[in-house]
């Protein structure tokens, strides 16, 4: 009996089973394979051993690209707790809740292209950014905010911020609904003020949902800021906001180089996948 | 019960299976008769034809469109029982080479494409039918085409001896499109004869509270537009080629000097503050706009800025920069060609369609629709419309020269574009950035 569910159990997986190896196995396995080789994509590929990763480390676009993917994980703590404290004034049914809840949810289900191209035209030179500033008397400030690393990696920034703390609103949302009210009760029985009661009871509580939003988060910075390059500034000025998915794009498909591509997409997998982990093993390890 | 789920999970399983085979990387070349080189016998069928570049707008409605309709009409008259599916793939160069890579690949490619000539063509020159058996067919067909050496091996036809890979389909260049009711209120003569004359213009035309020109150089489109003309300046014949071949260094001056001079023009303030953040199109919805005195394009834009700007629309050559021994003539080549790939069912089929599509109708319609002046010889000029279709064709005539980035290959191409972008909005001295150019040379070719 028992042999027999588990060929049942085999034949029930199977599916599922030629479904990863299809759609992940077999394309991971492949970038492993190209990373090592020279392939413009078309014809076959040369074997070239670790020739893409030495180049790699000397490739200063490559450390562009990574500068700036680090750059944009700097707005990991502020995804983590804006989220937070907003989920809990919504939780806490302050009033207009219901169309906060709302608005806040509302950049998450607006496209990325959509919201990239708002944004390159809320940073233009003649766009309403711009505009407000001059009108509130800051016309020195007025600048073609895309056109410099300086103030378009920011821009960047703001935009990425400002599209994901909807999504992880409601994830913090979701993790609140599903708490033991007699928690924040008890503390606020005990005199607890809001802000206690959001830092030392709810707060711990979410360490799960807290650490599901952390490693999203990261890893968006590192490895789904595509669209928002590609639209926002297309990597320009020169260089200058390039990050590691951009430049896998570019060398893939603009230069031909799909080896090296692929060889810059193993590290960027290995450093997402390393500090996922990480982030990971901390959080576990503090005891949540 | 149990067998209904044992049987479903069977072929959810197998299904898995054949979608993962379908992706199964394989180099061989399924083509079953392109690689022989032999001529098809021409049997009815449907042919795939995916188009490019602003082929890619082709919708239906638009002046693209109606041009390519009216061939595939004239196609499918003299060849009963057959017919043209249309792709328009992306205007992005970079999607459609992701569309082409994964194409080629998997097999799926089309029957044929009309598509950017030259650098952007050689890239697949691997997966591409040697034309020279359907030109040998087709008695004085090579020369009746101007500007073949783009469609051939090497770039170099060598009279039709090298392979051919490709049919050239129009002749492209760029004009200086002006708005005359600005230059009237600034005091300025058309046509601006150098670049000296431009300097003075501009000056004119900022004193008057106009932006004198736009660019859209955000991928580097506009400043390698202009550059590429005013080699024209500076070069001597050959030195196309020899840039190519690496024999001419992009840090060598007569490359230096043009990015030189329009970097002047920037902190002239002759050019739109946001010149390198705006996109190539933008430049066109300015100057239609009224916002500028003037932006460098190419014949396909002239409908829309006659509709916009009516009797206020002015073209001229691009002011000379130097006085090289070419300076004053065109700078141009076919910007698209056709080519029949590999993977095509029916090359020969495919073939047919190329000969209709480069008729004297087609070429003449080429002019009439689109105001592009075609590959094809002779054709009767008395179909120029309008003096902004004759001042394209008076350029066709007698090119110095093909831009330069018909002729690098697409990688040194996106270099070079990103190079330019770079030293027009500052980030790098015109030096610097050909420099860096030759420094990339090694790893992009």
Redesign the interface.
């Known amino acids: 009996m028992a042999n027999r569910d588990r060929l049942w159990g085999v034949?029930?997986v199977?599916?599922a089973l030629?479904?990863v190896?299809?759609f992940i196995a077999?394309?991971l396995a492949?970038v492993i394979y190209h990373a090592f080789t020279e392939w413009?994509?078309?014809?076959?590929p040369e074997w070239v051993g670790f020739d893409n990763f030495t180049?790699l480390v000397d490739d200063p676009v490559f450390r562009t690209s990574l500068r700036n993917n680090a750059l944009f994980a700097l707005s990991v703590p502020i995804q983590v707790t804006v989220p937070l404290m907003l989920a809990w004034l919504i939780h806490e049914r302050i009033p207009g809740w219901r169309f906060f809840r709302s608005t806040f949810f509302l950049p998450a289900v607006i496209s990325t292209v959509v919201v990239g191209l708002v944004a390159q035209v809320v940073f233009?030179?003649?766009g309403p950014l711009n505009s407000l500033l001059g009108s509130i008397g800051l016309s020195s400030l007025e600048q073609?905010w895309?056109?410099k690393a300086e103030t378009s990696i920011p821009a960047v920034l703001l935009v990425l911020v400002w599209a994901n703390f909807g999504y992880n609103t409601l994830i913090y949302l979701a993790g609140m609904s599903a708490l033991d009210p007699s928690l924040t009760e008890a503390a606020r029985m005990d005199g607890a003020r809001p802000t206690r009661v959001l830092f030392s009871i709810v707060a711990p509580n979410l360490k799960r949902v807290m650490e599901l939003v952390l490693v999203t988060s990261t890893v968006t910075a590192f490895a789904f800021m595509f669209a928002y390059i590609y639209v926002i500034?297309?990597g320009?000025?020169?260089?200058?906001t390039y990050v590691t998915e951009f430049m896998i794009?570019?060398e893939?498909?603009?230069?031909?180089?799909?080896g090296y591509a692929c060889a810059i997409g193993v590290v960027l997998t290995l450093i997402a996948a390393s500090i996922g982990a990480l982030q990971i093993r901390i959080l576990t390890r503090s005891g949540a | 019960m149990r067998q209904l789920r044992?049987v479903a999970?069977?072929l959810?399983?197998v299904l898995?299976?054949f979608?993962?085979a379908c992706?199964d990387?394989d180099?061989s070349d399924s083509g079953s008769s392109g690689s022989s080189g032999e001529t098809a016998k021409a049997k009815p069928g449907t042919l795939d034809l995916w188009v490019g570049g602003n082929f890619a707008g082709a919708t239906p409605g638009t002046p693209y469109r109606e041009w390519l309709d009216s061939q595939i009409s004239r196609f499918k008259a003299e060849n009963k029982g057959s017919d043209v599916k249309i792709t328009l793939l992306s205007t992005d160069?970079?999607?459609v080479?992701?569309k082409?890579?994964a194409a080629?690949?998997a097999q799926r490619a089309p029957d044929m494409m009309l598509f950017y000539s030259g650098g952007y063509t050689t890239?697949?020159e691997?997966?591409l039918l040697a034309l020279n058996p359907y030109f040998d067919k087709t008695p004085g067909f090579f020369d009746s085409l101007s500007g073949m050496d783009l469609s051939c091996q090497d770039l170099d036809c060598e009279g039709g001896k090298n392979t051919i890979i490709a049919v050239p389909q129009d002749f492209g260049t760029y004009g200086l499109f002006y708005n005359k009711a600005m230059f009237k209120k600034a005091g300025v003569q058309a046509p601006i004869e150098d670049w000296d004359g431009l300097l003075e213009a501009c000056d004119k035309l900022k004193a008057s509270g106009v932006t004198p020109i736009t660019f859209g150089d955000?991928?580097g489109y506009s400043t390698d537009n202009w550059v590429t003309l005013m080699y024209g300046s500076y070069f001597v014949e050959g030195d196309v080629a020899r840039v190519n071949d690496g024999e001419l260094p992009y840090a060598d001056p007569k490359l230096v000097q043009p990015l030189e001079q329009l970097v002047q023009l920037r902190e002239q303030g002759c050019l739109n503050?946001?010149a390198?953040?705006?996109e190539n199109f933008d430049a066109n919805s300015d100057f239609t706009s009224g916002k500028s005195a003037m932006v460098l394009m190419y014949p396909a834009v002239i409908p829309d800025f006659k509709k916009k700007l009516g009797k206020d629309l002015g073209i001229m050559p691009i002011p000379t920069s130097s006085d090289g021994p070419l300076a004053g003539r065109s700078v141009g080549n076919a910007f698209y060609n056709y080519v029949i790939t590999k993977q095509s069912d029916n090359p020969g089929l495919a073939w047919e369609f190329i000969k209709v599509a480069s008729d004297q109708t087609a070429a003449g319609e080429l002019l009439t629709i689109l105001g592009t002046p075609p590959a094809l010889k002779g054709v009767d000029e008395s179909l120029v419309e309008d003096e902004f279709v004759q001042f394209f064709v008076d350029a066709s005539q007698d090119p110095a020269m093909p831009v330069l980035d018909s002729v690098i290959p697409?990688?040194v191409a996106?270099?070079f574009y990103?190079e330019l972008?770079?030293a027009l909005?500052g980030?790098?001295t015109p030096e610097e950035a050909m420099a860096s150019m030759d420094e990339q040379l090694p790893?992009?070719e």
């Open positions: 034949v029930y199977l599916p030629a479904l190896l299809a077999y394309p492949s413009d994509g078309i014809n076959a180049e233009r030179l003649n073609d895309l056109g500034t297309n320009a000025p020169g260089f200058d794009y570019k893939a498909f603009a230069l031909g180089n799909s | 044992i999970a069977l959810v399983t898995a299976l979608v993962a992706g990387d180099d160069n970079e999607q080479a992701a082409l890579q080629f690949q890239p697949y691997n997966q955000r991928d503050k946001d390198s953040t705006r697409v990688p996106l270099t990103k972008q770079q909005s980030k790098k790893t992009l």
